[in-house]
């Protein structure tokens, strides 16, 4: 099945997923020739729920003892620029990338909009590790329209709210349905907690220190006592943080390789923003599909700060 997109270009229904017609091809040699290493690290998310956030704390955590603090590639270069995207980046133009070339820092640190099924069976079958993020679906709603109200094809109008919420209900948008993505990460980071973290943004926005902590453990580069005493986990959170990244110059005029601006990334970056948008009856609606499909899995959002 085929539907139109909100920008009015084409998404195809593909292994149960509403995929971009742009990257498909990518996803189709990306799943047929990645070959993951044990190493690597896929940062993985629904978009719109803190992929640059996440790449940012990623590539700040793990390569720390790679740079000097005053030289972090954050200063100059995107968080899309230095943690590229699979399908959307690195095989978008190409079916046998150098992933040698393309990797500039060891190990080797990616990323992907994939839905967990979905994801090569070299990256689940190694010893690879995946960090997750998804978000409350109204902030994540909100983030979506605005960020694809600016991008659509100016002959077309926008997107309304109202018709968005149409297809957003009916899980109509990249990657979507969101929960069956959602579900599909937390059901394999219930499985396995040691190949795959399971973070919400909203947990990141209220302790980003303790969380940071956790992904370096996870990724199995702890912070050691002294680079605690030294305030190196303040100091990562601080320099990933919306208002820093925000003004970084690169992120104010830079374009990513897709196209899309590097300004389109960074909108408020707060919980509970849906407030300013939803009707109550938009609000009813999503509150009951989110406990209709998050069921009886464990799962929660938390909706405001
Ligand atoms: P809003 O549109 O609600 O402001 P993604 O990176 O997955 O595309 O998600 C974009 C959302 O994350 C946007 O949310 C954006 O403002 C927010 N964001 C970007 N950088 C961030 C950061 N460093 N800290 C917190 N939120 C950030």
Same mark, same amino acid.
């Given at each position: 099945?085929?539907?139109?997109?909100?920008?009015?270009?084409?998404?195809?229904?593909?292994?149960?997923?509403?995929?971009?017609?742009?990257?498909?091809?990518?996803?189709?040699?990306?799943?047929?020739?990645?070959?993951?290493?044990?190493?690597?690290?896929?940062?993985?998310?629904?978009?719109?729920?803190?992929?640059?956030?996440?790449?940012?704390?990623?590539?700040?955590?793990?390569?720390?003892?790679?740079?000097?603090?005053?030289?972090?590639?954050?200063?100059?270069?995107?968080?899309?620029?230095?943690?590229?995207?699979?399908?959307?980046?690195?095989?978008?133009?190409?079916? @046998?990338?150098?992933?040698?070339?393309?990797?500039?820092?060891?190990?080797?640190?990616?990323?992907?909009?994939?839905?967990?099924?979905?994801?090569?069976?070299?990256?689940?079958?190694?010893?690879?590790?995946?960090? @997750?993020?998804?978000?409350?679906?109204?902030?994540?709603?909100?983030?979506?329209?605005?960020?694809?109200?600016?991008?659509?094809?100016?002959?077309?109008?926008?997107?309304?709210?109202?018709?968005? @919420?149409?297809?957003?209900?009916?899980?109509?948008?990249?990657?979507?349905? @969101?929960?069956?993505?959602?579900?599909?990460?937390?059901?394999?980071?219930?499985?396995?907690?040691?190949?795959?973290?399971?973070?919400?943004?909203?947990?990141?926005?209220?302790?980003?220190?303790?969380?940071?902590?956790?992904?370096?453990?996870?990724?199995?580069?702890?912070?050691?006592?002294?680079?605690?005493?030294?305030?190196?986990?303040?100091?990562?959170?601080?320099?990933?943080?919306?208002?820093?990244?925000?003004?970084?110059?690169?992120?104010?005029?830079?374009?990513?390789?897709?196209?899309?601006?590097?300004?389109?990334?960074?909108?408020?970056?707060?919980?509970?923003?849906?407030?300013?948008?939803?009707?109550?009856?938009?609000?009813?609606?999503?509150?009951?599909?989110?406990?209709?499909?998050?069921?009886?899995?464990?799962?929660?959002?938390?909706?405001?700060?």
């Amino acid at each position: 099945p085929k539907e139109k997109s909100w920008t009015g270009s084409n998404f195809y229904f593909y292994q149960g997923f509403w995929c971009p017609s742009i990257v498909l091809r990518a996803v189709i040699s990306f799943q047929k020739h990645f070959q993951a290493c044990d190493s690597d690290i896929i940062v993985s998310t629904f978009p719109k729920c803190g992929t640059t956030w996440l790449k940012a704390l990623t590539f700040s955590t793990l390569y720390r003892n790679q740079f000097a603090w005053d030289e972090n590639p954050l200063l100059t270069f995107g968080p899309h620029q230095l943690v590229r995207f699979l399908e959307y980046d690195i095989y978008l133009n190409n079916p @046998f990338p150098d992933l040698q070339n393309v990797c500039v820092y060891q190990p080797r640190l990616l990323s992907t909009h994939l839905p967990y099924a979905s994801l090569p069976t070299s990256i689940k079958d190694s010893n690879s590790k995946i960090v @997750f993020i998804c978000r409350n679906p109204l902030d994540m709603f909100i983030s979506l329209w605005s960020f694809l109200y600016k991008l659509g094809d100016e002959s077309l109008e926008p997107l309304s709210l109202d018709e968005a @919420f149409d297809k957003f209900y009916h899980g109509i948008y990249a990657y979507g349905p @969101f929960f069956d993505h959602v579900l599909g990460y937390w059901k394999a980071s219930q499985e396995n907690p040691n190949k795959i973290l399971f973070l919400k943004y909203e947990d990141l926005k209220e302790d980003i220190n303790s969380h940071l902590k956790n992904l370096a453990m996870f990724l199995g580069v702890p912070f050691t006592d002294d680079e605690k005493k030294q305030g190196v986990v303040e100091e990562i959170a601080k320099i990933c943080s919306f208002e820093n990244l925000k003004e970084v110059e690169v992120n104010k005029k830079g374009v990513h390789i897709s196209g899309i601006p590097h300004t389109g990334f960074f909108r408020k970056g707060k919980v509970g923003d849906w407030s300013n948008y939803l009707t109550p009856f938009m609000v009813e609606r999503l509150e009951k599909l989110i406990q209709e499909k998050m069921d009886s899995s464990g799962l929660t959002f938390n909706l405001s700060s």
